[in-house]
């Protein structure tokens, strides 16, 4: 096998060693798990933080006196200032727990955009948003009477800033985009486009929910007004996820689903609301995996986050490489400036039936239209085989991608 | 007129087809096979209302009501989907209605190949057999009208 220079003090199997998951095997064969920007699997640590609340210290959290609802609380808390640091944001009040990515654009589209949005204003988005990001915002607009523009890509799958500065002007209310492609790996520039939004007085909103786990966010920066990643993609659990907003915008904000913790006095003439960020937390929050969050992060900084990019650019680059060796392959998006994201055709081939082929193989990629129908229509694609690595992935794996796709390519040949 | 083979022996054929194989590129590579060999489906039956949906490559499916049986044609623009719905043809095709209907599949776990009955929206088999089914409801219903 070839050899490429992984930076020193980087112990890829003692990382791996840290993920349970990585021991089992598929269809025989060892599991080579290359679907990490749909998921990525969990450290012990994570798994461990979600045992360890549910076994030591489960309760319900702010309300309680005893002792188990003070620990969870603290825990819970904890993990807020744990990613306020992790983005750079000023302060634990502009740290709003969700779901995921797209409840947090749910959650600006339907608050900001109620209170805020008129008939004949405009919200700017990109062809490469994921449909989470697409769908809250024709929502809103439909209910409202603004308009949706639509930035352009290059064939590459780029972002084409000359056009969105073009499509700006005093009817632009929100710009929502997206920081790395989930589809195609290439990333935005944003910071030009936060900066060009708010010289005419419009809102940024970035889905970091690729980019948080492979670029250094620091929000006040960036000076985006909103940034919403989901737990999942940054090896924490499912169901969690972080809206971060500017304080004052937030505060400007009306509350986006109302119940308990998010009121501070409810009687039946009235009620008010509670202050940030609990006026965002309606119901009992996600505890265990809010607070499992933590681990992750803590997971991810320890390691740290440049030499996290550096493996996994040593992996692009490398995987890059192989895979246009193979006849008829063309990956799309072959640029320089991406995250570790690979999308493929290989001529001839549907991607359903290579990524079947490589299950069977033990190899987890993901085939379709990666919940981007529109950017696929762009690039006159019905979709593509995408392999997306993580900070566990190894070249051996990419070896194997490329040994299994030959084998898909001879058995359908 | 020679008998059709029942549902149940056309099963048995395959799953004795099947059991010549003893790794899963044999297995796939006769599935392959049976999609390439599958008759070809007009294009001017490649439109929308013949699409079946639930699957992440396209499926067309047509069905045709003859003496009390009912034959189906298909395409997909992807292999092993193909392969898949040639077996389900060679299975149903030719039957009548009420035996598609009541047809359990078991064999389809017998021969390996469940998994493509998993409830994922890339997998298109289940989609595949409730359409065929749904055809055979409806023939059925026009039949005793």
Request: net charge negative; aromatic share 8%; charged share 20%.
């Amino acid at each position: 096998m070839e050899t490429v220079a992984l930076q020193k003090g980087f112990d890829i199997y003692s990382i791996r060693n840290l993920f349970p998951i990585l021991q089992r095997e598929v269809k025989g064969k060892p599991l080579v798990y290359l679907d990490n920007a749909a998921t990525s699997q969990k450290p012990s640590v994570v798994i461990d933080a979600l045992t360890n609340y549910y076994s030591g210290y489960n309760a319900n959290i702010h309300r309680g006196i005893h002792t188990l609802a003070e620990e969870a609380t603290a825990a819970f808390e904890d993990t807020r200032e744990t990613v306020r640091r992790f983005i750079g944001a000023s302060s634990t009040e502009e740290i709003i727990f969700t779901r995921g990515t797209t409840e947090g654009i749910n959650l600006v589209a339907s608050s900001w955009g109620r209170a805020n949005l008129q008939t004949g204003d405009e919200i700017i988005i990109s062809t490469l948003e994921h449909h989470s990001n697409i769908v809250p915002w024709q929502m809103i607009a439909a209910e409202k009477g603004a308009v949706l523009k639509v930035v352009p890509v290059t064939e590459e799958g780029e972002f084409m800033y000359e056009a969105f500065e073009q499509m700006l002007s005093a009817k632009t209310k929100f710009v929502s985009l997206v920081h790395a492609s989930n589809a195609l790996g290439v990333i935005n520039p944003v910071k030009k486009v936060i900066d060009a939004a708010h010289a005419l007085g419009a809102l940024v909103l970035i889905d970091g929910a690729q980019s948080s786990v492979h670029l250094d966010i620091n929000v006040q920066e960036l000076n985006c007004d909103f940034f919403a990643f989901s737990g999942h993609k940054i090896y924490g659990p499912t169901g969690v996820g972080v809206l971060y907003g500017k304080r004052a915008v937030l505060e400007a904000m009306p509350p986006y689903q109302g119940g308990g913790e998010m009121i501070r006095e409810v009687s039946f003439s009235g009620t008010t609301y509670n202050e940030l960020p609990y006026k965002f937390e309606a119901g009992t929050p996600n505890i265990a995996d809010v607070i499992a969050l933590k681990a992750a992060l803590d997971f991810i900084s320890g390691l740290g986050k440049s030499s996290l990019a550096e493996h996994e650019h040593s992996l692009l680059t490398y995987a890059t490489a192989q895979l246009k060796a193979i006849p008829g392959l063309k990956i799309i998006g072959d640029i320089e400036h991406k995250v570790s994201v690979i999308s493929f055709i290989i001529e001839g081939i549907h991607p359903q039936d290579i990524g079947i082929l490589l299950d069977n193989q033990g190899i987890a990629v993901r085939t379709g239209h990666h919940c981007t129908q529109p950017l696929m229509h762009r690039l006159g694609i019905p979709g593509t085989s995408r392999a997306s690595f993580a900070v566990y992935n190894t070249l051996e794996e990419i070896d194997a991608l490329v040994k299994g796709l030959l084998k898909v390519k001879k058995m359908l040949g | 007129m020679t008998d059709t083979p029942t549902i149940k022996a056309i099963e048995e054929e395959i799953i004795e087809e099947f059991s010549l194989f003893d790794n899963w590129e044999d297995k796939y590579e006769y599935l392959i096979d049976m999609g390439k060999k599958l008759p070809k489906l007009d294009d001017a039956h490649k439109k929308d209302e013949n699409k079946i949906r639930g699957c992440q490559s396209t499926v067309w499916m047509v069905s045709e009501y003859k003496n009390g049986r009912i034959f189906y044609k298909a395409d997909s623009d992807a292999m092993i989907v193909k392969g898949l719905i040639s077996m389900l043809i060679r299975v149903f095709s030719g039957q009548k209605p009420a035996d598609i209907v009541s047809a359990d599949m078991k064999f389809i776990d017998t021969i390996g190949m469940s998994t493509h009955l998993a409830q994922t929206r890339s997998n298109g088999l289940r989609s595949m057999i409730k359409q065929m089914k749904l055809d055979a409801m409806v023939w059925a219903s026009k039949e005793n009208n």
